[in-house]
């Protein structure tokens, strides 16, 4: 989900209003749905694309963001600048909106999602612990 250098979409005309530049950090799909649902109880939602595989999604975020990103098991790539198009296709080949772009396009401040990551990894490991234990290690003893 990372190339985001080659969409065939064309860039509004001189006249309209330029979309704002944003960066896209991209996680395994598991984690990023669990931050999807962390995400949707608190008010810091923005935009989520998902690959045509189901293997990843991707949070629009403010640009710079790559600049500094550094979370294990995700990855930020600088876009070229062209931003989301109000109404029109995801900005990345390949995929399809999770959580289409409000009127105002905001995105997901990395701050918030950073946490929600961190929370929704934890979910994760907690989950596949108690899947893998057995009937007896669940019980205290």
Do not use: K
Not at 54 to 64: E, I, K, N, T
Not at 74 to 99: A, H, N, Y
Request: glycine fraction near 12%; charged fraction near 20%; aromatic fraction near 2%.
């Amino acid at each position: 989900m990372s190339d985001i250098s080659g969409s065939p979409h064309p860039r509004p005309s001189a006249d309209s209003e330029l979309p704002p530049p944003c960066d896209l950090v991209t996680v395994p799909s598991r984690q990023g749905l669990e931050a999807v649902d962390i995400l949707r109880l608190s008010t810091g939602l923005g935009p989520v694309l998902h690959d045509s595989t189901g293997a990843s999604l991707g949070f629009l975020v403010p640009p710079g963001t790559a600049d500094c990103w550094d979370l294990p098991g995700s990855s930020c790539t600088s876009t070229d600048g062209r931003g989301v198009m109000m109404g029109g296709p995801p900005p990345v080949r390949d995929t399809g909106w999770l959580v289409p772009p409000p009127a105002e396009t905001a995105v997901t401040d990395p701050v918030v999602l950073r946490a929600a990551l961190g929370e929704a990894a934890r979910t994760i490991e907690l989950a596949d612990g108690l899947r893998t234990s057995g009937p007896d290690e669940a019980q205290p003893a």
